[in-house]
T-cell receptor, first 113, second 114 residues
């Protein structure tokens, strides 16, 4: 299968740094996405990694290691509004459509004051 | 990024009736659109891939006769939930195929079947 694993829940304090991990099956890997989703809303795009290394975008960074089938999303200077579900999604070349995404179960992040 | 709209944003219907949800790609011609379903506190599950001018491709376990998909133009795909039942109550989200780096999601439709 195309299992994508990420922690179900995480809690952190306002102003702190949190790292959300995601592991996936390496066979057929063709890109990894992170999305943020607030309750009752559609996901919003955060980052895209297809090559190894760190992609930094403001307070958010995403890392990828293709050989290990591993990614993380790093959130710095946490704010209360960062409380949301964070979805790791992978594009596999074996999928029916070239642009089809397979989503992990999501990590519910709670930021405490 | 591209803008995707959905209509309605929420709908309540009685068991046994049918509901149509529209997904429009407003500034991008999408030959392919995706339909997802999301139950509370769960992730997005792909239901089907909508292909302009041809039949949709359904994921395993999704009944094609219950979830009718029509993609008659490059900017519009519709999902009709036929003979809806309470267990069909969910958050339905569409997306267009976007580009290599991003997939654009609609705002979602909350369906409640009573």
């Amino acid at each position: 299968g195309q299992n994508i694993d990420q922690p179900t829940e995480m809690t952190a304090t306002e102003g702190a740094i949190v790292q959300i991990n995601c592991t996936y099956q390496t066979s057929g890997f063709n890109g990894l996405f992170w999305y943020q989703q607030h309750a009752g809303e559609a996901p919003t795009f955060l980052s895209y990694n297809v090559l190894d290394g760190l992609e930094e975008k403001g307070r958010f960074s995403s890392f990828l290691s293709r050989s290990k089938g591993y990614s993380y999303l790093l959130l710095k200077e946490l704010q209360m509004k960062d409380s949301a579900s964070y979805l790791c999604a992978v594009r596999f070349s074996s999928s029916g459509s070239a642009r089809q995404l397979t989503f992990g179960s999501g990590t519910q992040l709670t930021v405490l004051p | 990024g591209a803008v995707v709209s959905q209509h309605p944003s929420w709908v309540i219907c009685k068991s046994g009736t049918s509901v149509k949800i529209e997904c429009r790609s407003l500034d991008f011609q999408a030959t392919t659109m995706f339909w997802y379903r999301q139950f509370p506190k769960q992730s997005l599950m792909l239901m089907a891939t909508s292909n302009e001018g041809s039949k949709a491709t359904y994921e395993q376990g999704v009944e094609k006769d219950k979830f009718l998909i029509n993609h008659a133009s490059l900017t519009l795909s519709t999902l009709t939930v036929t003979s809806a039942h309470p267990e069909d109550s969910s958050f339905y989200i569409c997306s267009d195929s976007g580009n290599s780096y991003e997939q654009y999601f609609g705002p979602g439709t909350r369906l409640t079947v009573t």
